[in-house]
């Protein structure tokens, strides 16, 4: 079973930082991750991804601004966001890439909600 658990979003003032953690319960993943948020209303849309070169990119609107990385045993991604806006609000989503059954899938987590106050 794949489990994958985000952690660590909470109501904040614009300009202030915030850690996301995203774990996962399984060591059959690879060092792909990536995080997508949906703001209430909007679609939901990358934000942050890394790739097994270990090669980050972002949305453009978070760059400077959020670092996505994680621990050497790949079970942990974090995602830094510092001087969040209110346009920053929504459920952030992790995804992991793991080998199930032969083959390589991604699995989503349930999310974690980040609100920005003005």
């Known amino acids: 079973q794949v489990q994958v658990v985000e952690s660590g979003g909470d109501s904040v003032q614009a300009g202030n930082s915030l850690r996301l953690t995203c774990v996962v319960t399984?060591?059959?993943?690879?060092?792909?991750a990536s995080w997508d948020r949906q703001a209430l209303g909007k679609e939901r849309e990358f934000v942050a991804g890394?790739?097994?070169?270990?090669?980050?990119r972002y949305l453009d609107s978070v760059k400077g601004r959020f670092t996505i990385s994680q621990d050497n045993a790949q079970n942990t991604v974090y995602l830094r966001m510092n001087s969040l806006k209110p346009e920053d609000t929504g459920l952030y989503f992790c995804?992991?890439?793991?080998?199930?059954?032969?083959?390589?899938?991604?699995?989503w987590g349930q999310g974690t909600q980040v609100t920005v106050a003005s």
């Open positions: 399984y060591t059959g993943c690879n060092k792909e």
């Open positions: 890394i790739d097994t070169d270990d090669n980050a």
């Open positions: 995804k992991r890439r793991c080998w199930k059954n032969g083959r390589l899938r991604d699995f």
